[in-house]
T-cell receptor, first 116, second 112 residues
Framework: AAGVIQSPRHLIKEKRETATLKCYPI?????VYWYQQGPGQDPQFLIS???????DKGSIPDRFSAQQFSDYHSELNMSSLELGDSALYFC???????????????FGSGTRLTVV | QQQVKQSPQSLIVQKGGISIINCAYE??????FPWYQQFPGKGPALLIA?????SEKKEGRFTISFNKSAKQFSLHIMDSQPGDSATYFC???????????FGKGTKLSVKP
């Protein structure tokens, strides 16, 4: 079965640089979520999109932005990177109907961002 | 304030034993309660999930017990195996597009 695809798997950037993370949701899933997970921490919600429109916003810094494109893939853009941005970034997708037997969030394998 | 509280932080169980992880939530608007398993460097993988209209759900060795009045839910892993050693997260969300709010996680170690 198709899964959530994230790229790149690993990314090393210097302070103040810019990074772009990509996410390809499961086909026909209509909602995409971005999460940040620091070492030994639980995933923290950043932002979500439903049918290409921003649906909710969590603890996403103003330096970060995201969008979902017409083909449903999503990109997380991170500017003026700081050392504290080093983390695993996960994308998840879901089919937003409880009645669907396949309802549930599926996470990608993540992008490990290291800021040096 | 932590909206989903998870305990214990770590758990050591002998092979064949039962692992029990507990979670409590505050927001009565939550209507979806999944459990995720995560191995180091990997994404969380959905194990099992439950809705508030059901008190228990079983899938293989994994069982969720849900107590709506107490606002608590728990994961039971029967016949625990060394391959179950991972970090387990409970979570909650509201609405069909609601974002997941995670507990702090439980690091499970199953000893041979």
């Amino acid at each position: 079965a198709a899964g959530v695809i994230q790229s790149p798997r690993h990314l090393i950037k210097e302070k103040r640089e810019t990074a772009t993370l990509k996410c390809y949701p499961i086909p026909r899933h209509d909602t995409v979520y971005w999460y940040q997970q620091g070492p030994g921490q639980d995933p923290q919600f950043l932002i979500s999109f439903y049918e290409k429109m921003q649906s909710d916003k969590g603890s996403i810094p103003d330096r970060f932005s995201a969008q979902q494109f017409s083909d449903y893939h999503s990109e997380l853009n991170m500017s003026s990177l700081e050392l504290g941005d080093s983390a695993l970034y996960f994308c998840a997708s879901s089919l937003g109907f409880y009645s669907s037997p396949n309802y549930g969030y599926t996470f990608g394998s993540g992008t490990r961002l290291t800021v040096v | 304030q932590q909206q989903v509280k998870q305990s214990p932080q770590s758990l050591i169980v002998q092979k064949g034993g039962i692992s029990i992880i507990n979670c409590a939530y505050e927001n009565t608007a939550f209507d979806y309660f999944p459990w995720y398993q995560q191995f180091p460097g990997k994404g969380p993988a959905l194990l099992i999930a439950i809705r508030p209209d059901v008190s228990e759900k079983k899938e293989g060795r994994f069982t969720i017990s849900f107590n709506k009045s107490a606002k608590q839910f728990s994961l039971h892993i029967m016949d625990s195996q060394p391959g179950d050693s991972a970090t387990y997260f409970c979570a909650a969300s509201k609405g069909s597009q609601g974002n997941l709010i995670f507990g702090k996680g439980t690091k499970l170690s199953v000893k041979p």
